[in-house]
Structures are given as structure tokens and as C-alpha cells.
């Protein structure tokens, strides 16, 4: 496995700490939302503008892994005017990130309300911040301006849009990687959320079959589908079908849980570990959802909860894989 952070192509301490910790891969969050009146050079998802960042990674001392281009997408997955468009945008930018040699597009299915949350300062351990989701805190929330959108629909549109793209990501050679719904919960305010359970998750491997249609396996959610999180792993890492992991953890339930400190969350990490080094797991992995640390007084601006999250994986991993 290969230990990457999400921090922007911008060179700086962070990413400084990040080298000095031992950090040879970057994971690049962006939008694939196209920038209006902008000529495609200017596009965060066109050939140079992938290339630009990905030079400045390099330049850095790192190599661009993964890509998490995620935010729009909203007319394909309501099957909007627009949509055949917006599907064109991606099967642009998996051409262009095969020409490059960015193997890993991790995407996902929220239509609509995205990832949730209802407070991000609750107190943990020490004082440090973290998020949570109270799902009795939105039951009277009303439906969207979308009104009820149906699983049957969101498949309808998920199969519609996987027959179009994964052709073009076999041909660029990128693997795409399906982030689940954060939280794993459905409905929300009437919007159905179909990358919810393990279930669904076989079923979305299953509609368009291929080597490169799996999974971004977030393990913050996917503890909140299972109580059994490292057979979770060995069921779909021994089909070859893990592309990407966020390593996380939460405590709770899928409609009542909060974040936690790596080492402070109901999975058990080493065990995890060890599924993937039992499936032969070789991507990227990356550390996600940091606390809050700190007194307040100040902001954390190089990522001690960050450094703090590196030096912990690092040490399991080194001691599994021992």
C-alpha cells in the first residue's frame, strides 16, 4: 500500500512536513464543474491543466496518484437537460489523465445534498473538534426544490452514465473509484442515496462489468454499512475491485455517529491492514477527516492532526506488513 495526502499542488511547509515524514504521493481534489467562458486550457480538468498541476507535484518531490475530481456531475445524475455534456467533460478528463499517467479518478454519486453534516466542533478527546451527523436533526427538514427522487432512478442514471464512461476509462487505463454517500443513509430530505450499503456496492460492480468500474473505499463509511469492516475489505479486495481508500474512522451509526482520532474509532486499523495485505492491495491509501487540535486559539495551518494521523498508519502499516 501507498500512503498519499490531499494537500493542493502549492509548495510550502505542509507539503515540506509531508516529505520530511516520508510522503511520496499527492492526492489532488478539484472540481469538475466547467468554468464558464474559460478558454479549456483554463479547465481544472483539461489536459494542462492536469499537467500543470501535476508538474508542480513533481517539482515538489511527489507524484500525482489519484484524482479526486468530484463536485457538479448533478445533471447526469438527475438525468437533466445537460447531461450527455457533462458526461463528455468526464470521458475529456479520463483521456486526459491516461495521456498523463494518472491511474486513479475516485468520483461519487450525492446528487444534490453531498456529504452531511450537522455539527463540525463537537468535543473530543483532549478538546480537539470533530464532525458528526444527527440524522434526528434534519427529519423535518423538507424536500428539496428536486422533490422524491427514487433508487430506481438513481440507478436508471448511474447505469446510463457508467456505460458511457467506463469504455473510455478502459481505453485511457484509469481506474475509477466510487466514493460511497457520506452518510451512508437513504433517503435524506427525499433524495434517494444508492452508494449506501455493501449490497449496492456489489450491485454497482456488477451493472457495468470491468476491471475498471470499482471502488473508493472510505473507511468512515463503509464502518457505518458493516459491523465486520475487514471482511468487508477481503470481499471486495480479493475481486480486484479496491481502487482507492480513505483511511478514517467514526463511532456510531449510519444516522447517529461522530468522527474520530485514528487510533479513537470503533474499527480495528490493524486489522484492516492486514486484509489488505492478505487481498495483495497495492494502491493508494490516504488519511482523511482530520480533527480539529489545538487550543482554538490559533489555525492549524501545518496539519498536526495530519502529521499526528501519518506517523500513526505508517506505524501500523510497517508493523502488518512486517
Same mark, same amino acid.
Request: hydrophobic content about 40%; some cysteine.
Given at each position: ?118 455539527? *463540525? =466542533? ?9 464532525? #458528526? /451527523? $444527527?440524522?434526528?436533526?434534519?427529519? %423535518? ?106 483511511? *478514517? =474512522? ?9 468522527? #474520530? /482520532? $485514528?487510533?479513537?474509532?470503533?474499527? %480495528? ?54
Amino acid at each position: 500500500m501507498k500512503i498519499a495526502v490531499c494537500l493542493p499542488p502549492e509548495p510550502g511547509l505542509p507539503w515540506t512536513l509531508m516529505r520530511q515524514c516520508g510522503i511520496d504521493y499527492a492526492v489532488c481534489h478539484d472540481s469538475l464543474v466547467t468554468i464558464p467562458n474559460a478558454a479549456e486550457a483554463d479547465q481544472p480538468w483539461s489536459l494542462a491543466g492536469l499537467r500543470r498541476k501535476q508538474e508542480i507535484y513533481a517539482k515538489i518531490g511527489v507524484e500525482l496518484a489519484v484524482w479526486e475530481g468530484r463536485p457538479g456531475m448533478e445533471q447526469i445524475k438527475l438525468a437533466l437537460s445537460g447531461r450527455d455534456e457533462e458526461i463528455d467533460v468526464v470521458c475529456r478528463m479520463l483521456r486526459n489523465m491516461g495521456e498523463l499517467g494518472i491511474k486513479v479518478w475516485c468520483s461519487m454519486w450525492m446528487p444534490i445534498l453531498g456529504v452531511m453534516r450537522t455539527a *463540525r =466542533d463537537l468535543p473530543t478527546r483532549g478538546g480537539a473538534q470533530v464532525s #458528526a /451527523f $444527527h440524522h434526528e436533526a434534519l427529519r %423535518d427538514e423538507p424536500l428539496t426544490e428536486y422533490g422524491v427522487v427514487t433508487e430506481e432512478d438513481q440507478w436508471n442514471n448511474l447505469k446510463y452514465f457508467l456505460e458511457k464512461v467506463v469504455p473510455v476509462a478502459e481505453e485511457a487505463g484509469v481506474k475509477m473509484a466510487m466514493h460511497p454517500d457520506d452518510p451512508p443513509l437513504s433517503p435524506i430530505r427525499g433524495i434517494a442515496r444508492i452508494m449506501s450499503s455493501l449490497e449496492n456496492y456489489q450491485r454497482l460492480l456488477d451493472l457495468v462489468p470491468s476491471p475498471m468500474n470499482g471502488i473508493g473505499l472510505c473507511q468512515g463509511n463503509f464502518a457505518l454499512m458493516t459491523d465486520d469492516l475487514p471482511a468487508a475489505i477481503r470481499h471486495f479486495g480479493s475481486q480486484g475491485k479496491i481502487h482507492f481508500v480513505h483511511m *478514517r =474512522d467514526v463511532r456510531g451509526t449510519a444516522d447517529h455517529f461522530q468522527e #474520530a /482520532f $485514528h487510533d479513537d474509532g470503533q474499527s %480495528d486499523l490493524a486489522e484492516c491492514f492486514r486484509a489488505y495485505r492478505d487481498v495483495g492491495y497495492e494502491g493508494v491509501y490516504r488519511p482523511d477527516h482530520y480533527p480539529k487540535m489545538g487550543d482554538g486559539s490559533y489555525a492549524d495551518e501545518l496539519g498536526i492532526a495530519r502529521l499526528f494521523a501519518v506517523g500513526y498508519l505508517k506505524g501500523i502499516q510497517r508493523v502488518v506488513y512486517a
